[in-house]
């Protein structure tokens, strides 16, 4: 992916290219990321070579040394081989929980954790951590993090637990832990228990039975779900095997492709996935074996070539409307948070790009899709979004694409990024975010609505999940203070990142774009190595589109972020916020506020404050040029 615009030319060339769907949209998404270049130390790992370790379901590792395989032994050897491996991260050793069906109640699940190594995979229990393997200290981990759901942390505790086991020696131990065969072993992605499923019994789905199987569904990067999947000629669903209402389902209408997945693409050993792509999601699927995995994208794609309609009530629950690209991941304590950048499930951090450059670049492709589709946008309204449209005059091969490049956000480390990049990234990430909400939901209808719409809309970013509000209060002006208005500490957020920044910059509010008719009508991509300029320069852009000056009333009209944040500028008086507004005025209007401030104890100023407008507009990418134009420059 060449830098867009750099010499001004081959911008609709960039687009094409940037678009252009492969067959395989995976590697089409991993040259997005990675600049075209495959990322340095980012190559899935070789597993070492094994015969079948899950029995009569067979593998996906390839025939040869049984070091994996054999049932009566596991060579500690072969253990200490691949972990040691460069490529190894502690997140692999316990990549996931899954909720597996409990064979002795009706409609019951059991929570059981996967432990992987290699191409081998079991289940273990809570118990079973605490039965059989020492009672090893874990270091400090990302296991304190406040915003992990329970489940997330024991995850993330038991990785730990492994590593340190691994770091003391424990081969043989481990080895031991693999070799413990389980019911649950057993039983997982073997098929119910009892006679007919009652997902298809009695004939529940009301139209012809394809196929069906047990399967385990991603419901997030780091939890799946055992279930028994049903595919008729309409929909493709997921159900407990003791229940006739679907927990998933998908139309066969929404699906745009349907493939398996290779060896390596997740951190999980001893099965089979394939992956049923639509606008809003891509749904990755875990089976026994590769031949399973097989017949199943055989199957969904003949269906799918079918394209049978839906019954109206089934097509109705199961097609996907705005809500559907609005994730709810059981990894976090969400609150009202609702995670945008969902549609593929990202486990390896696997751009070649810095941060900065990134997420630059996807704010870049954003205002190329609003530009683009500005009539499409234009003619629908807020309940029909630009992804509702797709397909139809919007390309749905442009939109999956930013969709999935956005997906990559979750697995940057931003802990090195200095102060600048910080401030370049976030406000970057904010604008990002706020685009992405408008192209998928629209803007906020109403006044009354602001707060649940800030509040709600979230991206996973950095390791950590973060609302647009979060991104203003608590990131870009974590160091400064409160806004001064009375409701504010009901409504406002007060959570805690480590990759705050720490200094305050009265600058980052005229920054900061939420869309709102007070705010200018378009925003800058900044640029890590030129983002105090930018800085100077949008805040000359902001004020010199709102400030009033009237010499012959002696007042000064100022916009109504300036009293909110009164206090970020220099000691929080009237006096100190006029003086470094007309530092950045320009022309008649620093001129005459000059004028004014020179002559104020003889004759006070009167300062007030516009109105804040609540209803919204797209914002637009502020050109260079236009803003040289802007500031007389």
């Known amino acids: 992916l060449a830098p867009f615009g750099a010499d001004g030319a081959g911008g609709a060339q960039d687009v094409e290219n940037l678009f252009r769907i492969h067959s395989d949209s995976t590697d089409a998404f991993r040259r997005f990321l990675d600049n075209g270049e495959a990322a340095p130390g980012r190559e899935a790992p070789e597993p070492p070579v094994a015969t079948s370790t899950r029995g009569s379901r067979g593998t996906s590792g390839t025939s040869g040394d049984d070091a994996f395989g054999d049932r009566g032994s596991v060579d500690a050897g072969a253990i200490k081989s691949w972990l040691s491996a460069e490529h190894t991260d502690v997140e692999t050793l316990c990549p996931a929980w899954v909720d597996t069906v409990d064979a002795s109640a009706r409609r019951r699940r059991k929570r059981r954790y996967l432990v992987t190594v290699g191409p081998r995979s079991v289940l273990r229990t809570a118990k079973d951590f605490n039965r059989y393997l020492p009672h090893l200290a874990a270091p400090p981990s990302a296991a304190a993090h406040p915003r992990l759901s329970d489940y997330e942390r024991q995850r993330r505790q038991y990785c730990s637990t492994l590593a340190t086991l691994v770091r003391r020696g424990g081969y043989d131990t481990l080895g031991s832990f693999l070799l413990m065969q389980t019911e649950a072993d057993r039983r997982f992605l073997a098929g119910p228990s009892r006679g007919t499923v009652a997902a298809t019994k009695g004939g529940r789905l009301g139209a012809a039975l394809l196929r069906e199987g047990a399967i385990c569904r991603a419901v997030s990067s780091r939890h799946w779900e055992e279930g028994w999947a049903v595919l008729t000629p309409a929909l493709f669903s997921v159900f407990h095997p003791d229940s006739k209402k679907a927990k998933f389902s998908v139309s066969l209408r929404d699906v745009l492709r349907v ?225 001064a208005q009375f409701l504010s500490k009901f409504v406002l957020p007060n959570s805690v990142y480590t990759y705050a920044l720490s200094e305050p910059d009265a600058r980052i509010n005229f920054a900061l774009n939420c869309g709102s008719l007070s705010m200018p009508p378009c925003i800058c991509i900044y640029r890590r190595e030129m983002v105090s300029k930018q800085l100077d320069d949008m805040s000359t852009y902001a004020l010199q589109e709102s400030v009033e000056v009237n010499l012959r009333k002696n007042t000064v009209t100022l916009p109504r972020i300036c009293q909110w944040y009164l206090s970020d500028f220099g000691r929080g008086a009237t006096e100190d916020l006029l003086r470094i507004v007309a530092g950045y005025l320009l022309g008649e209007k620093k001129l005459i506020l000059e004028q004014m401030l020179r002559g104020m104890n003889e004759r006070p100023i009167n300062v007030k404050y516009h109105a804040f407008r609540w209803g919204c507009r797209r914002p637009q990418l502020l050109q260079p040029e236009l803003l040289e134009e802007l500031l007389g420059l």
């Open 259 to 483: 493939r398996a997945v290779a060896s390596g693409e997740l951190p999980i050993g001893g099965f089979a996935f394939f992956e049923v792509e639509t606008l809003a999601r891509v749904y990755i699927f875990m089976v026994a074996n590769e031949d399973v995995a097989g017949r199943w994208v055989k199957s969904i794609n003949s269906a799918c070539l079918a394209k049978a309609p839906a019954p109206a009530d089934d097509y109705a629950s199961a097609q996907e409307p705005s809500q559907g690209f609005l994730v709810q991941s059981a990894e976090w304590k969400l609150g009202d948070r609702r995670i945008l950048n969902g549609r593929r499930l990202v486990y390896f951090a696997s751009s070649a790009l810095h941060p900065c450059e990134l997420v630059a670049r996807l704010l870049e492709v954003a205002f190329r899709l609003v530009d683009e589709n500005e009539e499409a946008l234009d003619e629908g309204d807020s309940s029909t979004p630009l992804a509702a449209q797709a397909g139809g005059s919007v390309d749905s091969a442009a939109l999956t694409m930013f969709f999935d490049g956005v997906s990559a956000l979750a697995a940057l480390d931003l802990q090195r990024l200095s102060h600048p990049e910080k401030v370049a990234f976030f406000l970057n990430v904010y604008h990002l975010l706020l685009i992405h909400a408008y192209l998928i939901l629209g803007p906020p209808r109403s006044a009354a609505r602001w707060a649940r719409y800030f509040n709600c809309i979230s991206y996973e970013c950095g390791g950590d999940i973060v609302s647009l509000a979060e991104l203003e209060h608590n990131v870009l002006r974590a160091p400064s203070a409160a806004p």
